[in-house]
């Protein structure tokens, strides 16, 4: 059975930073494309960041220049790293990923930046 893990979230003042970490046992990330998206109440969910099969990596622009995804194929582990963060990023950030054999999600992580 195909488990994504999410890790990583809290409470963060603003301005500071967190690491989230994907990590997932029954698929391998690198065979395919792997994405965070977030979702603050009320509202629907936002796909933040990607990185390709390829490596390639895209932001959605409310976080470029602050957030960064990337992997690491030995720990088969997805990381989105995210600084200055601002209170309009409290949601909770959820992993997805996307290969052949189907689409996957985490159960997520809650992230509040509050002072």
């Known amino acids: 059975q195909v488990q994504l893990v999410e890790s990583g979230g809290g409470l963060v003042q603003p301005g500071g930073s967190l690491r989230l970490s994907c990590t997932t046992s029954g698929i391998i990330f690198s065979l395919g494309e792997v994405n965070w998206y977030r979702q603050a109440p009320d509202n629907q969910r936002d796909l933040v960041a990607s990185?390709?099969?390829?490596?390639?990596?895209t932001y959605a622009d409310f976080v470029k220049g602050r957030f960064t995804i990337s992997r690491d194929n030995a720990k088969n582990t997805v990381y989105l790293q995210m600084n200055s963060l601002k209170p309009e990023d409290t949601a909770v950030y959820y992993c997805?990923?996307?290969?052949?054999?189907?689409?996957?999600w985490g159960q997520g992580t809650q992230v509040t930046v509050s002072s």
């Open positions: 990185i390709s099969r390829g490596g390639k990596t």
């Open positions: 997805n990923a996307r290969l052949l054999l189907g689409t996957y």
